[in-house]
């Protein structure tokens, strides 16, 4: 295991309660323990990197499910080229999207963190709709198909 870096965070709102997750830095998210505890939630497969802030430990949270699922040819990628860069119309190639619904594309996994809801799973392994359910606050989902 991973000993927890210290970090030091410096918030506007002290009085504001700590969101179920927090971005950080591009292509990941940031949930403190207690969004871990809330069952069902689902974020495997992803590397949970700890870290420490003021006595409390959260996790960086690394999602490692890629899924070469992009349709190119169909999309309007933004400028620059399609290197990490964010698209701004996305297609996908629908047969190749599978559980677990939380997923990075290869062409963008530095900078985002994508999900998928409605191709048939329960909403166990449906991300968007484990959100939704359990009221997640700190993390906006928006339709891109």
Do not use: W
Not at 1 to 18: G, H, N
Not at 88 to 110: C, D, G, N, Q, V
Not at 111 to 118: D, P
Request: one cysteine or more.
């Amino acid at each position: 295991m991973v000993s927890p870096t210290p970090v030091q965070c410096v918030f506007a709102d002290e009085d504001k309660p700590v969101a179920d997750f927090m971005a950080f830095m591009p292509g990941t998210f940031v949930v403190p323990e207690s969004t871990l505890r809330k069952n069902p939630l689902r974020l495997s497969p992803a590397e949970l990197i700890p870290l420490v802030v003021d006595e409390q430990t959260f996790f960086a949270v690394n999602v490692t499910h890629i899924l070469n699922a992009l349709d190119r040819q169909h999309s309007d990628p933004a400028t620059p080229p399609l290197i990490n860069a964010q698209v701004r119309t996305y297609r996908f190639h629908m047969k190749r999207l599978s559980y677990p619904s939380i997923f990075k594309l290869p062409e963008t996994a530095a900078a985002e963190v994508l999900a998928f809801s409605g191709l048939g799973g329960g909403i166990e392994d449906e991300f968007p709709l484990l959100h939704r359910e359990y009221g997640f606050s700190g993390l906006t989902l928006d339709r891109l198909v």
